[in-house]
């Protein structure tokens, strides 16, 4: 699977509700959308209420495109569920495509429902368990897309993660990281410690390893050419 993801799989793809007709799809994939796979099975007993979730979260962001995938062998199944998607705007995998396995396989999908968030690269931006997408808020969705555009932004600049700069503004080495480096961060996320901004957790900043200092993408901006 290479990265023009909806490239690739658009003809495994059936439209819903407001989504464009398929063949419009590849306008997307220049843009800065969100991708969101949604692995989903009747055996879920409150699925229709988590489309609901996902819907209403979906309908304030037009970066954001749903393509559920149906992990159901059985075609009168497959169909049943399908009937009670027909009110949401969304992108559904079609009956037997062969690329619901292969996400399944390479995100590593181990329980339903689960909801993968990818960018137009195909980069991993979170993964949510059932408990997680119940609870999904605004700010969540505020926070993929920030990261969305900081990796977008340094990859531009060819600033990886783990690299290291100095700021004028603080003592100390800054380097670039997401969550999982950082140690003692918990959900609740950050807060900029020039501009005071509060950020999600999983939004990706240069921070002082040695003190715990952050400083967000725009405020490093200003900064960064002193």
Not at 35 to 49: A, C, H, M, N, V
Not at 142 to 170: A, F, M, R, T
Request: hydrophobic letters at 35%; one cysteine or more.
């Amino acid at each position: 699977m290479n990265n023009n993801i909806l490239k690739e799989i658009k003809n495994e793809l059936i439209s819903i509700g407001n989504e464009p007709n398929i063949d419009g799809l590849q306008q997307y994939i220049s843009q800065n959308k969100i991708f969101s796979f949604l692995f989903y099975s009747k055996i879920i007993p409150d699925f229709e209420s988590i489309l609901s979730i996902l819907n209403n979260l979906y309908e304030k962001f037009d970066c954001m495109k749903l393509i559920i995938c149906i992990c159901e062998d059985n075609e009168e199944d497959f169909n049943k569920i399908f009937k009670t998607i027909q009110n949401i705007s969304c992108l559904i995998f079609k009956f037997g495509s062969k690329f619901k396995e292969n996400l399944i396989s390479l995100y590593n999908i181990i329980s339903i429902p689960s909801l993968i968030i990818l960018d137009k690269n195909n980069t991993l931006i979170d993964s949510l368990n059932k408990e997680r997408i119940i609870n999904l808020k605004e700010s969540d969705i505020q926070g993929w897309i920030n990261k969305i555009s900081i990796l977008n932004n340094y990859k531009e600049k060819k600033l990886e993660l783990g690299q290291v700069v100095k700021l004028s503004v603080h003592k100390h080495d800054l380097i670039y990281s997401e969550q999982s480096m950082k140690p003692g961060y918990g959900r609740s996320g950050w807060i900029c410690d020039i501009c005071k901004k509060h950020f999600t957790a999983s939004v990706c900043n240069f921070f002082c390893i040695i003190c715990g200092w952050d400083i967000c993408d725009e405020c490093y901006n200003k900064y960064k050419n002193e």
